[in-house]
C-alpha cells in the first residue's frame, strides 16, 4: 500500500562506541536533506546514551562492581594477564575510593559540561581520569573483553558462530542490557518503518551488530539498513555470506548515504523493488 513521505518514518540510529566528546556530524546532514525531500526522519545517538544515560550511572556501576566481585570470588580471572590482576588488586585495596567514584559520577558528568570546569585543566584532567577508571571497571566486568569511549575489542570472538554467541548472550554482551532497557523504548515511541544503523569504525561493529539484532527480533516487519564509511570495507565479505543479511539486515548502502537512501525510502514506501537503487546492495527472501 502507496504511504506519504512524512507516515514513512525513518529512524537513523548511531551504535556504540564512539566518543561522546565529538558529535558525528554526518548524521545531522543527513537527517536535513532527507527531511528538505519531505521524508519524515529523525536520528538518535545511541552511543551516547550508552555512555552518559546508561553505563555511567551510578545504579549500573554498582551493578558492575557487584559482578566484578563476583567473578573474583569465582575465580573467573585466574588467567588474566598482570595488569588485569593489578586492577584487581586495587579495587580490593581502594574500596572506598573506588565507590566514592560511583557516587560522584553523575557530578562529574554534569562538571565536564560547564564551559568554566571543561576549561580549567586540573579539574577536567582528574574527571577524565575518573570516568576512565569506571569504564576500565566495566572492562574488567565483562572480562576478556575491553572497551573504552572509542575502542572496542573482543578477543574470543573469532568467526560467525562465536560472535552469533557473544550476541546474543548479555553476560558476555555489554550492550544488551541497554537496548533492551532504553533503546526498546526508543523504537516503540518512534514506530520506525526503516532502521538505518551507520557504522563509522570498526569499533562500532559489535554494538552495531547487536543493534540489527535485536530490532530484526523485536520489529520485524521494519526494514534495516547498515550505512557508514566501515560497511564498503566489508561488502566482498558480507555479500559472500547471505545469511548476514537474514540474521541482521537488509540491505546495505555503500556510499554517501543522501541519494541511496532517499530512494530506498522511496521504494519501500511505495512497493517498489529496492534493487533497482544504486549504490545499495539488498537481499530478497525470495
Not at 187 to 197: A, D, F, K, S, T
Request: hydrophobic share 40%; charged share 20%.
Amino acid at each position: 500500500m502507496m504511504t506519504n513521505g512524512t507516515s514513512y518514518k525513518t529512524l537513523l540510529i548511531f551504535p556504540p562506541v564512539w566518543t561522546p566528546v565529538t558529535p558525528y556530524l554526518a548524521f545531522p546532514i543527513l537527517v536535513a536533506y532527507l527531511r528538505n525531500k519531505g521524508l519524515s526522519t529523525k536520528q538518535y545517538d545511541a552511543s551516547l546514551d550508552f555512555f552518559t544515560r546508561y553505563l555511567l550511572d551510578p545504579d549500573t556501576l554498582l551493578g558492575i562492581w557487584e559482578r566484578v566481585n563476583n567473578r573474583r570470588k569465582s575465580n573467573d580471572y585466574s588467567n588474566a594477564p598482570e595488569e588485569t590482576k593489578g586492577l584487581l588488586r586495587d579495587l580490593e585495596t581502594n574500596e572506598s575510593q573506588w565507590l566514592e567514584r560511583i557516587s560522584r559520577v553523575t557530578s562529574t558528568l554534569d562538571l565536564l559540561r560547564q564551559e568554566h570546569h571543561f576549561f580549567h585543566p586540573g579539574t577536567c584532567i582528574r574527571a577524565q581520569s575518573d570516568l576512565y577508571h569506571l569504564l576500565n571497571l566495566a572492562s574488567l566486568a565483562y572480562y576478556p573483553l575491553s572497551f573504552t569511549f572509542n575502542t572496542f575489542h573482543a578477543p574470543d570472538i573469532h568467526d560467525f558462530s562465536t560472535l552469533l554467541q557473544f550476541l546474543d548472550d548479555p553476560e558476555r554482551n555489554p550492550f544488551l542490557t541497554f537496548y533492551f532497557n532504553m533503546v526498546a523504548r526508543k523504537l516503540e515511541r518512534e514506530h520506525p518503518c526503516l532502521v538505518g544503523i551507520s557504522v563509522s569504525t570498526s569499533h562500532q561493529l559489535i554494538g552495531a551488530l547487536s543493534l540489527a539484532r535485536f530490532v530484526k527480533k523485536r520489529m520485524p516487519s521494519v526494514h534495516v539498513a547498515f550505512g557508514g564509511r566501515h560497511i564498503p570495507r566489508l561488502q566482498e565479505a558480507l555479500k559472500s555470506n547471505p545469511v548476514f543479511f537474514s540474521r541482521f539486515c537488509d540491505s546495505l548502502v555503500l556510499d554517501n548515504g543522501e541519494r541511496p537512501l532517499h530512494a530506498l525510502i522511496d521504494c519501500l514506501r511505495d512497493g517498489r523493488d529496492p534493487n533497482i537503487v544504486p549504490n545499495l546492495v539488498h537481499f530478497s527472501k525470495d
